[in-house]
């Protein structure tokens, strides 16, 4: 897998969440096992912009928008697909 691929997926998530992830060996493998089973690039930022509309301003929720939660196997499809609230990334900020 070409390590740019990490970058760009944490970068967007890094920069629409306001966050500091770094492609270590949890987020890479995390990111790489979605990859294996298909998703792309624009999949994840589908999932970023779906949870933090639906989670940014969530004082409880806020803490899981980060790649274990997100990225995870049982629970990215679903974040993929659900319907996010009809504001915008940056109403939330």
Same mark, same amino acid.
Not at 35 to 42: K, M, N, P
């Given at each position: 897998?070409?390590?740019? =691929?990490?970058?760009? =997926?944490?970068?967007? #998530?890094?920069?629409?969440?306001? /966050? @500091?992830? @770094?492609?270590?060996?949890?987020?890479? +493998?995390?990111?790489?096992? @979605?990859?294996? !089973?298909?998703?792309? #690039?624009?999949? /994840?930022? =589908?999932?970023?912009?779906?949870? =933090?509309?639906?989670?940014?301003?969530?004082?409880?929720?806020?803490?899981? #928008? @980060?790649?274990?939660?997100?990225?995870?196997? +049982?629970? /990215? !499809?679903?974040?993929?697909?659900?319907?996010?609230?009809?504001?915008?990334? !940056? !109403?939330?900020?």
């Amino acid at each position: 897998m070409e390590d740019n =691929i990490y970058k760009q =997926i944490l970068d967007d #998530l890094n920069t629409k969440g306001q /966050f @500091r992830y @770094r492609p270590g060996s949890a987020n890479t +493998s995390l990111i790489n096992a @979605r990859l294996s !089973e298909g998703y792309t #690039l624009e999949d /994840f930022q =589908i999932v970023h912009d779906n949870m =933090i509309a639906k989670w940014g301003k969530d004082e409880k929720m806020y803490e899981y #928008l @980060r790649p274990a939660t997100l990225y995870c196997a +049982s629970k /990215f !499809e679903g974040y993929l697909n659900c319907k996010p609230p009809k504001k915008t990334i !940056e !109403e939330w900020r």
